[in-house]
């Protein structure tokens, strides 16, 4: 059984920490440690994968892109123990459809292991020509 992260203490102030990520939109790696630094940056790839994938799937789109136009991207630690972490995430991105262009933020919560990186919880991405 694997412990529950939200039992453990917050490990970050609830701040948006710099985030290193691919918005091409590269899969991400399970962290081999659970630093507060590599569970962040798990959770922004995760989310720019999902993004990505999303904008680039829908045939509407004249072009899109995940990056900070909108919103610095950042992350922070909510808990963190020895197996698990929970990570809230935020990243920008944009599409242009037909003669609009839209910004928009996304946030989520991750679950990070050694094993995965989970979505939790967040809006879908439903861009919307």
Same mark, same amino acid.
């Given at each position: 059984?694997?412990?529950?992260?939200?039992?453990?203490?917050?490990?970050?102030?609830?701040?948006?920490?710099?985030? @290193?990520?691919?918005?091409?939109?590269?899969?991400?790696?399970?962290?081999?440690?659970?630093?507060?630094?590599?569970?962040?940056?798990?959770?922004?790839?995760?989310?720019?994968?999902?993004?990505?994938?999303?904008?680039?799937?829908?045939?509407?789109?004249?072009?899109?892109?995940?990056?900070?136009?909108?919103?610095?991207?950042?992350?922070?630690?909510?808990?963190?123990?020895?197996?698990?972490?929970?990570?809230?995430?935020?990243?920008?991105?944009?599409?242009?459809?037909?003669?609009?262009?839209?910004?928009?933020?996304?946030?989520?919560?991750?679950?990070?292991?050694? @094993?995965?990186?989970?979505?939790?919880?967040?809006?879908?991405?439903?861009?919307?020509?």
């Amino acid at each position: 059984m694997t412990a529950d992260p939200t039992t453990a203490t917050t490990t970050d102030e609830p701040e948006w920490n710099p985030v @290193d990520y691919d918005p091409a939109g590269s899969p991400p790696e399970p962290p081999e440690r659970l630093t507060a630094e590599a569970v962040r940056n798990a959770a922004a790839q995760a989310e720019a994968t999902r993004l990505y994938d999303r904008l680039s799937n829908s045939s509407e789109l004249r072009q899109y892109g995940v990056a900070g136009y909108t919103v610095q991207p950042g992350a922070y630690v909510i808990a963190r123990n020895d197996t698990a972490a929970l990570v809230r995430v935020r990243l920008g991105y944009s599409y242009e459809c037909g003669a609009s262009i839209a910004d928009a933020v996304s946030r989520a919560t991750y679950r990070v292991t050694t @094993d995965a990186v989970t979505r939790i919880e967040g809006p879908t991405v439903d861009p919307a020509c």
